[in-house]
């Protein structure tokens, strides 16, 4: 078994009135073999979130205020851990399943490859999920489900990533400012892999990931590249491609298949706000 100081890894996880999943997630990271300082960071919830989770052993909660998104969120989270003394970050996200091995495993990959950031493998709804490539000039994505042959993807999921703070002090936090929700996760690693610390994945080590949270419902026409939880958010995507090209007039004029993509999310919502605003017309007048 490994045996490290109380504060050298930190949980860091992010949440907003996910009373009872947020609870199943501490109670789960609690019975690991090795106990963790949990920084809840609660972006303001108003279901008792807060109280609930305050009362079990190892939680630290940290008040990220109500506009903090996915990005602010865990920021506030590292950096109050980050001045407890911890050198190593697991920023999950509390909807995944998980064994009671994740930590010890995750950990000892970890002493393997210190200067990597570490997700273990996903199951998905789609099957296994290993990383993203991205190959050629024009950044061609691909989704891996198998591990690649030098054992690196060039970014992975945030829902599970195992960060040492060197990455932190080389790269700085994650861009809770151009990229507040969606592209925060992979951006962060695009930044930290020119750097010189590459996302590698841990082959066996495997977590089950939940549905995506979508935020359709919440989407208004005047708001669609500007709302912090929107698929469309231009600032964000904008920040993305830049990482990935390494400049932003590489990534407007390389980026092709990107921007094809973000029209096709587009005109999906867009349809969907219309037919929703329909509904709403037809219940008024009929």
């Not at 997700?119 to 000039?137: A, H, K, N, R």
């Not at 993807?153 to 060197?166: D, E, F, Q, R, Y």
Request: include cysteine; hydrophobic fraction near 45%; charged fraction near 15%.
């Amino acid at each position: 078994m490994i045996t490290l100081s109380y504060n050298y890894l930190a949980v860091i996880v992010p949440t907003l009135n996910r009373k009872d999943i947020t609870l199943k997630f501490v109670k789960r990271i609690n019975s690991q073999p090795i106990p963790l300082p949990i920084y809840v960071c609660d972006s303001g919830s108003t279901d008792g979130t807060a109280f609930t989770v305050v009362s079990e052993p190892n939680v630290k909660l940290v008040s990220a205020g109500s506009s903090a998104w996915w990005s602010a969120a865990v920021n506030e989270g590292i950096q109050k851990a980050r001045k407890d003394g911890a050198k190593l970050f697991l920023v999950m996200n509390d909807d995944i399943e998980f064994d009671q091995n994740l930590i010890t495993q995750l950990l000892a990959f970890h002493f393997e490859h210190p200067s990597c950031i570490l997700s273990p493998l996903q199951l998905t709804e789609s099957g296994l999920f290993v990383g993203t490539c991205y190959q050629g000039i024009f950044r061609r994505v691909r989704h891996l489900a198998t591990t690649p042959v030098d054992g690196l993807v060039a970014t992975s999921n945030g829902c599970c990533l195992l960060i040492p703070l060197k990455a932190f002090n080389s790269v700085g936090f994650f861009d809770a400012i151009n990229c507040p929700h969606l592209y925060g996760d992979t951006e962060f690693q695009l930044r930290a892999l020119k750097a010189g610390f590459p996302t590698r994945p841990c082959e066996y080590v495997t977590i089950k990931q939940m549905s995506a949270t979508n935020y359709f419902g919440r989407l208004k026409l005047i708001s669609l590249f500007t709302f912090e939880g929107s698929p469309l958010h231009l600032q964000a995507y904008l920040t993305f491609g830049e990482a990935l090209f390494g400049s932003r007039f590489r990534f407007v004029v390389l980026g092709v298949r990107f921007h094809f993509n973000f029209l096709k999310v587009l005109f999906k919502i867009m349809k969907f706000l219309i037919n929703k605003q329909l509904k709403t017309l037809q219940k008024r007048y009929a």
